[in-house]
T-cell receptor, first 112, second 113 residues
């Protein structure tokens, strides 16, 4: 079982819809990251959070540490939001593991 | 300021050859990470540097893979005797310090024929 599970794997929605992408993880973490990757493009960090909620423009990320769950919301979605959204966690580890563990990503398509 | 840069952007090599991939992190960033993105595998962690030392090499898939970082800045990832399964996009990221937000480079697409 993957340590980081995302849902849905694929999501197609109409412009203007409210979008929710979910991420569940099974390990203790020090931080959770939401990343965005456009087709053929690089990876952009959207949020890094360890508790509560963060907002940037039309994007909102929440995390519930007790439930080991995070959500990424997009309000008033637009075709330019079409991308792969990746959840990644930094585990708490005494072994010095510092790299991120990634979910498989959610492929979002927003149709005009 | 400049972001993370990687070179080359694309590399095609023959099976069995050695390749060297380069990463220039954001100036002043002490932490540097190498990741790999393969079709069907998603993103996976390879190695982490804090300054010039690599306290975590747990993600390197085999002893054909090695990396170094000099002067607390540029890092090179070397793959010896490349195999077809090494074909992937190799991504570098840096952060101001361990545990901070990571900034990703554009990646090097490696194709092993």
């Amino acid at each position: 079982k993957n340590e980081v599970e995302q849902s849905p794997q694929n999501l197609t929605a109409q412009e203007g819809e409210f979008i929710t992408i979910n991420c569940s993880y099974s390990v203790g973490i020090s931080a959770l990251h939401w990343l965005q990757q456009h087709p053929g493009g690089g990876i952009v960090s959207l949020f890094m959070l360890s508790s509560g909620k963060k907002k940037h423009g039309r994007l909102i990320a929440t995390i519930n540490i007790q439930e080991k769950h995070s959500s990424l919301h997009i309000t008033a979605s637009h075709p330019r939001d079409s991308a792969v959204y990746i959840c990644a966690v930094r585990s708490i580890s005494g072994g010095g593991a510092d790299g991120l563990t990634f979910g498989k990503g959610t492929h979002l398509i927003i149709q005009p | 300021g400049a972001g993370v840069s990687q070179s080359p952007s694309n590399k095609v090599t023959e099976k069995g050859k050695d390749v060297e991939l380069r990463c220039d992190p954001i100036s002043g960033h002490t932490a540097l990470y190498w990741y790999r993105q393969s079709l069907g595998q998603g993103l996976e962690f390879l190695i982490y540097f804090q300054g010039n030392s690599a306290p975590d090499k747990s993600g390197l898939p085999s002893d054909r893979f090695s990396a170094e970082r000099t002067g607390g800045s540029v890092s090179t990832l070397t793959i010896q005797r490349t195999q077809q399964e090494d074909s992937a996009v190799y991504l570098c990221a840096s952060s101001f310090d361990r545990g901070n937000e990571q900034f990703f480079g554009p990646g090097t697409r490696l194709t092993v024929l």
